[in-house]
């Protein structure tokens, strides 16, 4: 006799199952089965973890030699930072107009002070209210007539004397008397 794991009803010693919940027994008299499986299984768990870790480790390495053999045969190119000189900044020299030669004044040594001539000297005689004829003998020649008008009863006359180089002066008289004078260069 022997009672149900289950519900502990006795039940026959060779009873395939129990008769009152039908529980099924394990076979009896058989050796308990030698579980060679789960070691077995662990040792191949084991085994293919450790070929994975391998395998994985062995990537590793290859990629790393790869990498390496890559970096030997075609290092990356070097990027060298060639300093660019900056821009040069062309000054160009700022060319003004240029100036004019300067006027060579031929001024006479010695001031000819008795001489006749259209110079500064003699120009600084003539004064205001002088007549024509007068300057005329001051300057020791005829003036170039430039303009003659006459309004209400005046007469100007302007006449003007060439001097040296470009030099010139100018006198205007107002019913034959000087008014105004002017030069240029003298
Ligand atoms: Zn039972």
Do not use: H
């Not at 519900?7 to 089965?33: E, I, L, M």
């Not at 789960?38 to 990629?63: D, E, Y």
């Not at 160009?92 to 001024?107: E, G, H, L, M, S």
């Amino acid at each position: 006799m022997k009672n149900c794991p289950r519900c502990q009803k006795p039940n026959a010693d060779d009873a395939s199952f129990c008769s009152n919940c039908g529980y099924t027994a394990p076979p009896v008299n058989t050796a308990p089965p030698v579980n060679t499986t789960p070691p077995m299984k662990n040792k191949g768990n084991l085994k293919t973890v450790l070929i994975v870790l391998g395998a994985v480790l062995g990537f590793c390495v290859l990629g790393v030699i790869i990498v390496g053999i890559k970096e030997t045969i075609s290092p990356t190119p070097k990027v060298e930072t060639v300093a660019t000189p900056p821009p040069v900044v062309k000054v160009t020299p700022i060319i003004r107009d240029a100036a004019p030669p300067p006027v060579v004044k031929v001024t006479p040594t010695t001031a000819p002070t008795a001489e006749a001539g259209v110079t500064a000297a003699n120009f600084a005689k003539i004064k205001t209210g002088m007549k024509y004829d007068e300057v005329v003998k001051i300057l020791g020649s005829e003036g170039e007539l430039l303009s003659e008008n006459e309004i209400a009863g005046y007469k100007t006359q302007m006449f003007q004397w060439k001097g040296g180089f470009v030099s010139n002066m100018n006198a205007t008289f107002q019913n034959g008397k000087l008014v105004s004078k002017a030069q240029f260069g003298l």
